[in-house]
């Protein structure tokens, strides 16, 4: 863990009412240049940071957030403008008067467990996931990393953001570098059992995201703990133009590369992640693409075998085989709302 105060972007001194429409119902998605630029990421850090302060000072705040810390954690994908649109974003955070914890180069889903683990009042990942080159954006969470949506706080963050009435904080908040990855990694590592693994050779399509150094410090990982496992990478590298490719295996052309890879190697499982590895998807040992709505009920009987009789909570389109999966390993059915900030809810009222 290292400080740094070198922040290469800097604000306007005054702040004209603006509007924003890069706001959308989960996150802020928006053109470079058109919609989405340094001066709106600055605003947003400020706005979100300053809303969050708030409700952390409170006289009537909830216990749950006075064992938080007064910061944010920040990190962004390999696309070429998300850096600038971060160091926007912590000099406003930073402004109003919040500690920011910059992680570096991370995953959506990095973000989200740095949130919880490091006790923080927020999250952002500047990213646009599988989006165009020309676009980018920013997915927010708050406390215990959970999701903001329009009618949840996104909203107010855009009003404040678009109004420009920023409090001025006395002190400036301070930054702190942590991209040591090693809390991340320990914890992923708790989902696997390597006992029962079977010997494996895998295919990993990184994408040229932000996926490919995970993967390695997972792999060396799991090689050191004696799991027997070969892995052939595939367009690992990180590299913001994306010569192979926006890495979104939803889209068919895509996914060709990761089967002929699967079929050459003669490997045993193809995974491939889009830009941000909030996403991974699946090719059988055939190549075949394995449709989502399989594997949800594949991670139903993996976490029932581990947790007995526990509660899957899961998206009303995808119950091909998930509520028999669930009914046959005597687990709890729970239907959910289709997008992921209800499921995530449903997730903590369902204990």
Request: some cysteine; proline content about 4%.
């Amino acid at each position: 863990m290292s400080n740094s105060a070198t922040i290469g972007y800097h604000p306007a001194t005054e702040f004209t009412p603006i509007i924003i429409n890069s706001f959308k119902a989960y996150d802020i998605r928006g053109e470079l240049g058109v919609n989405l630029d340094e001066d709106i990421a600055y605003r947003i850090g400020r706005a979100f940071a300053q809303i969050l302060f708030q409700r952390y000072h409170a006289a009537g705040a909830k216990a749950e957030l006075k064992n938080l810390k007064p910061a944010v954690v920040i990190g962004s994908d390999i696309r070429h403008s998300s850096e600038q649109l971060k160091q926007a974003a912590i000099r406003g955070m930073l402004d109003a008067g919040v500690d920011v914890i910059d992680l570096g180069m991370t995953g959506t889903e990095e973000v989200y467990f740095a949130t919880s683990h490091y006790q923080a009042l927020g999250g952002i990942e500047v990213t646009a996931s599988h989006n165009p080159i020309n676009y980018n954006g920013l997915k927010l969470v708050k406390e215990y990393s959970k999701p903001i949506s329009a009618d949840d706080g996104l909203a107010e963050i855009q009003a404040l953001a678009e109004s420009g009435q920023f409090t001025t904080d006395s002190s400036s908040g301070k930054l702190t570098l942590l991209t040591d990855k090693s809390a991340y990694i320990n914890h992923v590592m708790t989902f696997v059992d390597i006992d029962k693994l079977k010997p494996l050779k895998l295919v990993i399509n990184s994408g040229n995201g932000s996926a490919g150094p995970v993967v390695d410090l997972l792999i060396d990982k799991l090689l050191q703990a004696g799991a027997p496992i070969e892995v052939i990478k595939l367009h690992h590298t990180p590299d913001g133009s994306f010569p192979n490719g926006i890495p979104n295996p939803m889209i068919e052309a895509n996914r060709v590369a990761t089967q002929q890879a699967v079929l050459e190697g003669k490997a045993n499982l193809g995974i491939a992640f889009d830009g941000d590895f909030d996403r991974c998807f699946l090719f059988d040992e055939q190549g075949n693409f394995i449709d989502g709505s399989y594997i949800v009920g594949m991670l139903a009987q993996a976490f029932l075998n581990k947790y007995p009789s526990e509660s899957i909570v899961y998206d009303p389109r995808v119950i091909y085989n998930t509520e028999a999966v669930i009914a046959e390993h005597n687990g709890k059915a729970v239907i959910s709302k289709s997008g992921h900030s209800f499921i995530k809810q449903v997730m903590r009222d369902s204990g």
